[in-house]
Structures are given as structure tokens and as C-alpha cells.
């Protein structure tokens, strides 16, 4: 179980450092729109479609790394104040409870969606806009993927430290 988690855990680390790199290239995108937007006059459609695809991906596949570092949106009224071990069962009840069902739920229904978008090669529908939107529709499945393979992993450690084993 150990090895387990250690994997998974350095599998959602180096996917995160690589999603990382997306927030420069959207900042520097970003930063180059609003120049050519004020400065020069210029805006096209593609670039911020660019901008949304970017930005979609960075906080799809950063979300699994964002579990991993407990940097998730939480309500710590409570569970700031509890013990490891019940913080553990609360972990452990959520993840079994809510985030396995949720992204299961996510890869089943996102799956023909995507294959759909695939078969058709489907497009930007604005005139300018970019092709190859089935890619970014293809982050929907694989960021619920990669977030349910944290989730087994962030299960399993809640498990041992109710156990009394460190995973970690």
C-alpha cells in the first residue's frame, strides 16, 4: 500500500510540475493580447480561444496535483481543529463518498462526448477560431482520471493513518 501511494504521489507531482509550465504560457499569452489589443488594435478570435483552452487545461489537470498538496477548496471551520486521525476519517469518507463517485460519474459521461468531438475533428465554430477543439474536450476525461487516481491514493493514506501506519 505504501508503494502504491508513493507512486501515485510522485505520478500527480510530475504531472503537476509539467501542468505548471501552462500558467507561463497563458500569462505571457495573455500579456501579448493585451498589448496587440491597445497598443496595436488588433484582437483574433483564435488567440482567445487560446487563452480559454489554456486556462481549462491548467485547472483540470492541476486539480489532482492540487489534492495532493491539500490545496483544494475547503471548509476548515472544523476540520482545522480536529486530530489526524478523525481529519483522516473525514478524508477518507469524502473521497469514498464524494470524490470516487464524482469522477467516475465524470469519466463515464465525458467519454462519448469526446469521442464524438474526436470523430467529427470538431472545431471552433467563430470564424477564425481554432480547430482542434476535440483536444481540449479530451481533458475532461483524462483530468478526472488523473484525479481519481489521487484520490485512491489520498484514500489509502487516510486508511493507514486510521490504522496507524504511515503512507506517506
Known amino acids: 500500500m505504501h ?14 510540475q509539467g ?5 507561463l504560457i497563458l500569462v505571457i499569452l ?5 498589448v496587440l ?9 483564435a488567440n482567445q480561444e487560446l487563452e480559454w483552452h489554456l486556462f481549462a487545461a491548467l485547472f483540470l ?3 489532482a496535483y492540487a489534492l ?20 483522516a476519517w473525514v478524508n477518507l469518507v469524502g473521497t469514498l463518498v464524494f470524490l470516487i463517485p464524482f469522477c467516475t460519474v465524470i469519466i463515464q459521461t465525458s467519454i462519448p462526448f469526446v469521442i464524438d468531438a474526436w470523430k467529427i475533428s470538431e472545431s471552433s465554430a467563430e470564424p477564425g477560431g481554432l480547430p482542434y477543439r476535440f483536444i481540449i ?15 485512491i491514493s489520498e484514500g489509502l493514506s487516510a486508511l493507514a493513518t486510521i490504522l496507524n501506519r504511515e503512507a506517506r
Do not use: C, E
Open 3 to 16: 508503494r502504491l501511494v508513493q507512486n501515485i504521489n510522485q505520478f500527480t507531482n510530475k504531472v503537476g
Open 19 to 23: 501542468v505548471s509550465w501552462i500558467s
Open 30 to 34: 495573455i500579456g501579448m493580447d493585451v
Open 37 to 45: 489589443r491597445y497598443a496595436f488594435n488588433w484582437s483574433s478570435s
Open 61 to 63: 489537470l492541476g486539480a
Open 68 to 87: 495532493k498538496h491539500d490545496k483544494h477548496v475547503r471548509v476548515d471551520v472544523f476540520y482545522s481543529q480536529f486530530s489526524a486521525t478523525q481529519k
Open 137 to 151: 474536450k479530451s481533458t475532461i476525461p483524462a483530468s478526472a482520471i488523473l484525479l481519481l487516481t489521487q484520490a
